[in-house]
């Protein structure tokens, strides 16, 4: 660059550059309104290789929908307190449409946030509106590969997390293909998750959607996430939400696929759901909102032989509600579920709905208890021990008999 004539051809390049930027502003596919690409691209965080799984633990990745009420200073603070525990957060920022262009939903303020707190971030990509247009136009996919890949270099993600659904069985090699040609245009070193449908009876409309995950062929390719819960949501009558014997048997129909035990994420609720007699679907309810309904009512809560916990209460209108929900006692069999299984880790839906004591039973079943991974343990323990929302024994309860750790 010493020759002067060289000087020349990249001021004239810069220069040409400026002007191209100012007259076509930010027009890319993956463009919001008012972002200013030019200070996200100020602070990228450094590069994070993925660590070693230890034998005996699973790693622990958290769902995180800035879009609903529990987003705010709590999840910062919860982030803050159990960041060396995340191996990743991935937030609801992108969704895929048809053409393969991404609506950006980003939030800078949290990457800024992740990047200080060295939490690796694997943003969830949706397809917009249940489309599989992209998916089955070549074109179009390639154009989503691109996209995708793109934001990843920007922002120095740690991987993606794809959640498609709604896609029809026809779709199924589709999404194999875009997943392998994600994998083969992305760094090595960028992790990524498929959530798919448990192949196991669900009791709710997304049954029919199963057949589009092909989970030994998308295993190939990245690791997934197995969603094995609302087995009763929504759309069903009352019922646990995640029964033991069936996540048993989500895990078992994923390993007879020809899925590797470090290849599978086990998803775990942290949530339940409230049916009120004569409702056409049920309400779903955090975990901290449970604790808090069940003390505002008095109510003993009972278990079933899995120790999930459920109850009924009659509200100010004289509806009779029942209500079904997870809880560190369930979960913790769960986890134990996946930890004997040798699976890579697992998933909380979500971030938010969870709470000190739900974290306290994570840590510990997932092997992470006697970690000094925090440089403050101290300041942990007293911030565990000053719970806002309640510790569990706060909840009046019913003998749960003889609960099993599953198997």
């Known amino acids: 660059m010493r020759n002067r004539t060289w000087v020349w051809v990249l001021v004239a390049v810069v220069v040409a550059a400026g002007l191209w930027a100012a007259l076509a502003g930010d027009r890319g596919p993956t463009a919001k309104p008012g972002s200013d690409r030019s200070n996200d691209n100020l602070q990228l965080p450094a590069k994070q290789a993925p ?51 991404v609506v950006d939903r ?57 959640d498609f659904q709604l896609l029809k069985p026809q779709s199924r090699q589709e999404l194999t293909t875009f997943v392998r040609e994600l994998r083969q245009a992305l760094p090595e070193d960028k992790a990524i998750t ?46 646990p939400v995640a029964p033991l014997d069936w996540v048993g048997e989500v895990i078992a129909a994923a390993r007879e696929d020809g899925v590797p035990a470090d290849k599978i994420w086990l998803g775990i609720p942290a949530y339940g759901y409230d049916w009120a007699e004569g409702a056409e679907r049920a309400v779903p309810v955090s975990l901290r909102e449970v604790r808090t309904l069940a003390r505002r009512h008095d109510i003993r809560v009972q ?8 109850f009924t209460y009659v509200d100010e209108r004289g509806v009779r509600h029942t209500v079904w929900y997870e809880d560190e006692v369930s979960v913790a069999r769960k986890v134990r579920l ?57 909840v009046q309860e019913g003998h749960p008999g003889n609960v099993p750790d599953g198997g």
């Open 51 to 101: 660590r070693a799984k230890v034998p005996g633990q699973l790693f622990i990745l958290g769902f995180y929908d800035e879009t609903e009420e529990a987003r705010g200073e709590d999840i910062l603070a919860t982030l803050r307190r159990y960041r060396d525990h995340i191996e990743y957060l991935s937030p609801f920022w992108y969704s895929v449409r048809a053409d393969g262009s």
């Open 106 to 162: 980003s939030d800078r303020d949290l990457r800024d946030f992740a990047a200080r707190e060295n939490i690796k971030l694997m943003p969830l990509f949706n397809n917009y509106q249940g489309t599989d247009a992209f998916l089955t136009d070549a074109a179009a996919r390639r154009r989503a590969v691109d996209n995708i890949v793109q934001l990843v270099r920007r922002h120095g993600y740690g991987g993606v997390q794809i």
């Open 194 to 239: 498929v959530s798919v449908i448990p192949h196991r009876h669900q009791e709710d409309a997304t049954q029919h959607s199963k057949d589009a995950y092909s989970y030994k062929g998308l295993a190939q390719y990245a690791r997934l996430v197995l969603m094995a819960y609302d087995r009763h949501g929504e759309m069903t009558r009352p019922g």
């Open 303 to 310: 278990r079933d032989d899995d120790g999930i916990p459920h």
């Open 338 to 394: 996946a930890r004997r299984h040798d699976l890579y880790g697992v998933a909380i839906w979500r971030l938010g709905y969870e709470d000190a004591p739900y974290w306290r039973m994570l840590l510990r079943e997932t092997g992470r208890t006697g970690m000094d991974m925090t440089p403050d343990r101290n300041r942990q323990r007293e911030s565990e021990n000053q719970d806002p929302e309640g510790d569990a024994s706060d």
